[in-house]
């Protein structure tokens, strides 16, 4: 089910931060094989509750499942979530993470944690209440209850719910379309939105203005604003 040993973990934050660092690379796409999109953490690679000294776990949460989660947060090109199935615990706060989330119509979201007497790590109390609210967090945390990919739309959680078999052909065309668009635009809109959930109007409004100043030295700035000026669709080069 794809469970994340910390090697694994660490893989793919270097990855993201590769994606970041690559002007070739312009869209990035999540996903897996399996049953299981990722069902966690794999609790197995830990050491044993007897051998912990009181900050072992705290160091452990930031420098692994929080540092995953901020990488896909911080990574400077879209990432999709292409879930083909049961994303639990880390897995799916993982998802959660993600600037876009298409979910096949067999996954499932789990808030795993409680059916163990955990307190949600990875990130998960922090981006459930913004994308849902409060209330309805809590009743996935408490509860621990599996939210179908039904749902989880109904709940603003995914994107859009796609047939199992055209999860990876929808995955495909999101993603060539982003990485078609201007991605240092992009990259400064992420940010922006990212951002604005724990800004005030006024720092919102100057980071806004400044993205802007940026973005205006880009070489797909100038191509977006001559197409307009000619009348044809721009060709963007990610620069």
Known sequence: MNALTPDQRNHLIHLLED???????????????????????????????????????????????????????????????AVNGTAAGLGAHLAYACDLILAAESARFIEVFVRRGLVPDGGGAYLLPRLIGPQRAKELMFFGDALTAADAHRFGLVNRVVPDGELEKTARAWAERLAAGPTRSLALTKQL???????????????????????????????????????????????
């Open 19 to 81: 994606a970041s660092a690559d002007a070739d690379t312009r869209a990035v796409v999540l996903t897996a094989t399996g049953r299981g999109f990722c069902a966690g953490a794999d609790l197995r690679a830990g050491p044993p509750p007897g051998d912990r000294v009181p900050g072992d776990v705290a160091r452990v949460i930031r420098n692994g499942a929080q540092r995953l989660i901020a990488a896909v947060l911080d990574c400077e090109k879209p990432v999709i979530a």
């Open 193 to 239: 939105v990212n951002a604005s959930l724990d800004s005030d109007r006024a720092t919102a409004f100057t980071a806004e203005a400044a993205a802007q100043e940026i973005n205006m030295t880009t070489a797909d700035a100038g191509e977006g604003v001559a197409a307009f000026v000619q009348r044809r669709g721009p060709e963007f080069k990610g620069r």
